[in-house]
Structures are given as C-alpha cells and as structure tokens.
C-alpha cells in the first residue's frame, strides 16, 4: 500500500507493474486513472516442460524484451517501473535493463 501511494500510472505513462512467483514472472502496463491494463508479458506464455522450474536472470532478461515488445505495439515508450515490494535484485534488475534496452523509458 506504501507503494501504491507514490506509484501510479496515467494514460501518457502507464505503470510497469511486475510480480514474481515461485515458477514465474508477470509485467503488466497499467492505466491507474482508467484502470485498464494496456499490455502484459510473462514468462509462463514461453514455459515449456524442459524449462528451469525457477525463473533465471537469463529468462527475466527475455521477459523484459517481450514486455517492452508488447507495450511498444500499443505505443507506450515511458512507464513508471512497480516492483510490487520484490527486491530490485538480479532478476528484476536484468528484466528492467533489458526493458530499457529494447527502447522504454523509466
């Protein structure tokens, strides 16, 4: 809820928003002031059953280049980046350099 307060998204900059579970992770655009949400990836639509049961910082990099291919279809460029109260560690720091890297904007 803390984080929520300082953490929203518009229309013009939706909010990044990522969870992270045990097998996987899920990013997600959100319009706050609609509450749409515009685009979303995640690393179980490319799960197949020879994959790690846990999520590498090598999928999580994948994924970032997915979400940022997603949201630039529905012409988002500049988000605002949600951690949802995950640690800003190896996984989610490579899915977010590679987010910036395929072209979106914290």
């Not at 509450?35 to 049961?53: E, F, I, N, Y």
């Not at 899915?95 to 072209?103: N, P």
């Amino acid at each position: 809820m803390r984080l929520r307060q300082r953490v929203t998204g518009t229309a013009a900059r939706p909010r990044m928003s990522v969870y992270v579970s045990n097998r996987h992770v899920y990013v997600q655009f959100i319009d706050d002031e609609a509450q749409r949400t515009l685009a979303a990836a995640s690393t179980l639509a490319a799960a197949d059953g020879a994959a790690d049961p846990k999520v590498s910082v090598e999928a999580a990099k994948r994924l970032g280049e997915a979400a940022a291919g997603a949201a630039r279809e529905k012409g988002i460029r500049r988000v605002v980046f949600d951690r949802g109260g995950f640690r800003f560690g190896s996984r989610l720091r490579a899915l977010a350099d590679a987010a910036r890297a395929a072209g979106l904007e914290f």
